[in-house]
T-cell receptor, first 115, second 114 residues
Framework: AQKITQTQPGMFVQEKEAVTLDCTYD???????LFWYKQPSSGEMIFLIY??????QNATEGRYSLNFQKARKSANLVISASQLGDSAMYFC????????????FGSGTRLLVRP | DAMVIQNPRYQVTQFGKPVTLSCSQT?????MYWYQQKSSQAPKLLFH???????NEADTPDNFQSRRPNTSFCFLDIRSPGLGDAAMYLC?????????????FGPGTRLLVL
């Protein structure tokens, strides 16, 4: 069965510092996609970054990078130089043929950036 | 800019009074999804359309229906809303629904049931 686990319900980070949000996954499918979404209090789910299971390099998008450890089945999100606007809920998600290409979400991590 | 649009952003309805939420997209994507998200929870997939093919999740209540009259529009109908149906409803799209494809979400509709 497909599963995404986010073990940090809440996190604090000081403005301008880096923070890592943890995500582990479980699938028997060799081909899968991993996604991170940001959900501010307004409710919109904003796509941040994608990592494919066959990608050799870690994905990066501006201040976001994905630390992909395939053998450990982890896909941690690293946010560098945190900003106050980064305060939001963050969801890790996975899609694979085993899930009929539906997104399987983790329970989310609420990040609060302190000034 | 290509995008996913949801109307209204906030909807108040009465217990048992039918309500329709709408979603439109300018991405020309084949797949459209409806999610329900309750407070402090992850989104839960209700159903999705691949073109005109409707795919219902096994645990989606019969109270929830959907229509997709064309590629651009998709509607969520709640026939008899209960208090437990108060939630954020998110529409999303993807090009053809493969593992490596991103789902793009609209801003959501917050439903309140009185």
């Amino acid at each position: 069965a497909q599963k995404i686990t986010q073990t940090q319900p809440g996190m604090f980070v000081q403005e301008k510092e880096a923070v890592t949000l943890d995500c582990t996954y479980d699938t028997s499918d060799p081909s899968y996609g991993l996604f991170w979404y940001k959900q501010p209090s307004s409710g919109e789910m904003i796509f941040l970054i994608y990592q494919g299971s066959y990608d050799q390099q870690n994905a990066t998008e501006g201040r976001y990078s994905l630390n992909f450890q395939k053998a450990r089945k982890s896909a941690n999100l690293v946010i560098s130089a945190s900003q106050l606007g980064d305060s939001a809920m963050y969801f890790c998600a996975m899609s694979s043929m085993d899930s009929s290409y539906k997104l399987i979400f983790g329970s989310g991590t609420r990040l609060l950036v302190r000034p | 800019d290509a995008m996913v649009i949801q109307n209204p952003r906030y909807q108040v309805t009465q217990f048992g009074k039918p309500v329709t939420l709408s979603c439109s997209q300018t991405l020309n994507h084949n797949v459209m999804y409806w999610y329900q998200q309750k407070s402090s929870q992850a989104p839960k997939l209700l159903f999705h359309y691949y073109d005109k093919d409707f795919n219902n999740e096994a645990d989606t209540p019969d109270n929830f229906q959907s229509r997709r009259p064309n590629t651009s529009f998709c509607f969520l109908d709640i026939r008899s809303p209960g208090l437990g149906d108060a939630a954020m409803y998110l529409c999303a799209t993807s090009r053809v629904g493969l593992a490596e494809e991103t789902q793009y979400f609209g801003p959501g509709t917050r439903l309140l049931v009185l």
